[in-house]
């Protein structure tokens, strides 16, 4: 995949790709990726990228003509890439966002800055718009770091070992299992049985229900209104025939008496 992205300030990019998965993968040519300065296509002296907004109010807007310039470079480099605008205004960035960039060929990032980017490039040039979440940064480039480290790892050979990215948090609408290591005991504290077990069909059992556990006490929002498959339907079943069991098994009188409930005779 080739990753380009746009920014008046690319040093901000530097210790990004020498760091890390990033790094491995460019050096494996695993990824092309590289900043284009969007002040190399304003024109001046002083290569100014921002004006104030026409109608008046606070902040400056990024002026079209080096954002434009700057597309347009990218977009001849690389004609078969989606350009898109980090803005607190697009879609949601989520898991399946970054695997559907993952089958891409190519990116342009652009990196807004200030109160925003001319609207005539969001219009014209702009394939689409994403948002990391419902909050203001000072600029597009962390976003961008943010897409550019979910979108990598989704790609065959970047991680490794592919099954890593397959079982990560969210690929399966599911938060991930929690993870031990050595030593067997840390403060008092055992790893779980089953994992030192070396039955692999009961591993995958008890890392498959701490992660519906996890995601049901952490992020119920992930569950609802998504279609379930047979072995996780069973689970939360066998968990409400728990939950009843200890309901029944309490005694109901008094204050303490359930809404709804008949009281003890």
């Known amino acids: 995949m080739k990753i380009r992205v746009l920014t008046i300030f690319p040093g901000l990019l530097n210790s990004f790709w020498e760091t890390g998965m990033i790094r491995r993968a460019?050096?494996?040519e695993k990824i092309s990726a590289s900043a284009i300065d969007i002040r190399e296509y304003a024109e001046g002296r002083h290569r100014v990228t921002d004006d104030r907004p026409y109608g008046g109010g606070s902040g400056m807007v990024m002026k079209p003509e080096p954002l434009a310039g700057a597309i347009r470079a990218a977009k001849?480099?690389?004609?078969?890439a989606r350009t898109v605008l980090l803005s607190p205004q697009g879609r949601v960035f989520r898991q399946a966002v970054a695997r559907e960039m993952s089958s891409l060929e190519a990116l342009i990032l652009v990196c807004g800055r200030y109160e925003?980017?001319?609207e005539r490039i969001s219009r014209e040039l702009i394939d689409d718009e994403i948002s990391i979440g419902d909050y203001v940064l000072t600029g597009g480039e962390v976003p961008a770091m943010v897409v550019i480290d979910a979108v990598a790892r989704l790609l065959p050979g970047v991680l490794g070992n592919d099954d890593s990215a397959e079982?990560?948090?969210?690929?399966g609408h599911l938060l991930e299992h929690g993870h031990y290591t050595r030593p067997r005991e840390f403060e008092g504290e055992s790893v779980p049985e089953v994992l030192l077990s070396g039955d692999h069909q009961a591993i995958e059992s008890w890392r498959r229900e701490a992660a519906l556990m996890r995601t049901f006490l952490r992020r119920p929002d992930l569950l609802a209104n998504r279609p379930l498959d047979s072995e996780t339907l069973e689970i939360l079943k066998n968990w409400c025939r728990d939950i009843e069991a200890i309901i029944r098994a309490q005694p109901l009188r008094g204050a303490d008496t359930l809404p709804g409930a008949e009281p003890e005779r």
């Open 26 to 28: 460019l050096e494996q």
């Open 116 to 118: 925003g980017v001319d």
């Open 76 to 80: 001849k480099d690389s004609p078969e």
């Open 167 to 171: 079982t990560d948090s969210f690929s």
